[in-house]
């Protein structure tokens, strides 16, 4: 067994950071949380000691860092509809971001397909640390999809492509609409699942409520679409983005129907129609009405690096160091249902946490050491 000491430790829950504490664990699992010093070897400690961070939507090792944009793997283009398309396929793990982003303590990435189809494919949540794509797969979390400009921007793209808003929710509607009846016949025992073609197969565990719908949305009455979506269909969702909502409404509508938010990026340029509202300033809608949601870097639109710093926002309009912390910690991990062993510092979590040599929140903070998994995987010298 080994230790971490924290002279502050921010626990990724929203309570009050515990002073003078120490980390136990062993191999890659935390033992516990103590006051009392332990009768095992200390290998570190620190000012202040949060847990490891993480990326909820990102496409990370698909637009890669230092490559042409030619060799960018985040949109096929064969189709508008391709949910058997898998992001994993496409991610290489020699990616530099990668490296920076470890640095920084971002260890873990919710990997997506683009916005430029209807459906997109399978998201996989990663580790930021692995050598191959094998290592770095911890579960897949959704399947992407996408309303609003960005699926009916892509009309020269191959197959059968929408011009409209109703063209992409006719195109959307079909496929689900086509996914449910098959499925009826499946189990009426009228068709074999051998018999249902991959891209109609693939869609059964959303409709089966095994995977989300993660869903690109920015506008107000795109959010409306996409709940009509999901109590037609019985679908579990996420909106991811929500950078235009410029009021209470849809944030309200979004918390009645008990749809979590993967809001951001934050610090990006509105380049399109679709984000003529966007500002900072929305967070305080986001905050009043009070949603459940996380922060996400959409990397890289947002370089993965700057997750933490898009918080200042947040510090900016009232909340405390904790509850900040805990958006991009426990809040991402229970969005992506990985929060029994990552988003907060407590027995049986992985010990995955960052080492910072002063208040993270200052400018001139850093992270001086990095765990993974109980293993020291970078280390300021």
Known sequence: MKAVKAGLLYTGKEEPPLENVYILFENSRIISVSVEKPDCEIVDEAPVVTPAFIDPHSHIGLDRSGEPYTETEVNEKFDSIIAIADA??????????????????????????GSGNIIGGKAAV????????????????????????????????????????????????????????????????????????????????????????????????????????????????TADHCCDLHFKYPFKLLKKENVPIVYGPVDAFPYKTELKHESWKNIK????????????????????RNLFLQLRFWRRLGLSKEECISIITLNNAKILEVDNILGSIEKDKWASFILWNSDPFSLEAYPVAVYAEGKKIYEVK
């Open 88 to 113: 994993l396929d496409s991610v290489y793990m020699d990616d530099k971001s990668f490296k920076e982003s470890i640095e920084y303590g971002v260890l873990y990435s919710c990997i997506l397909p």
């Open 285 to 304: 809608y986001l905050i009043e009405v009070k949603p459940f949601y996380g922060l996400m870097t959409d990397h890289p639109v947002v370089p993965q």
């Open 126 to 237: 990663i580790r930021n640390y692995a050598e191959t794509v094998d290592q770095a797969f911890i579960k897949y979390t959704g399947i992407k999809a996408a309303l609003g400009f960005n699926p009916r921007n892509t009309t020269d793209w191959k197959g059968t492509r929408p011009s409209t808003r109703m063209g992409v929710l006719a195109l959307f509607r079909k496929t689900l609409m086509k996914a449910v009846k098959e499925k009826k016949l499946v189990e009426k025992g009228k068709k074999t699942i051998d018999e249902v073609e991959p891209e109609i197969e693939a869609l059964f565990p959303l409709l089966e409520g095994r995977l989300k719908l993660r869903v690109h949305v920015h506008k107000a009455d795109d959010i409306v679409s996409l709940i009509k979506l999901k109590k037609e269909f019985s679908l579990k969702v």
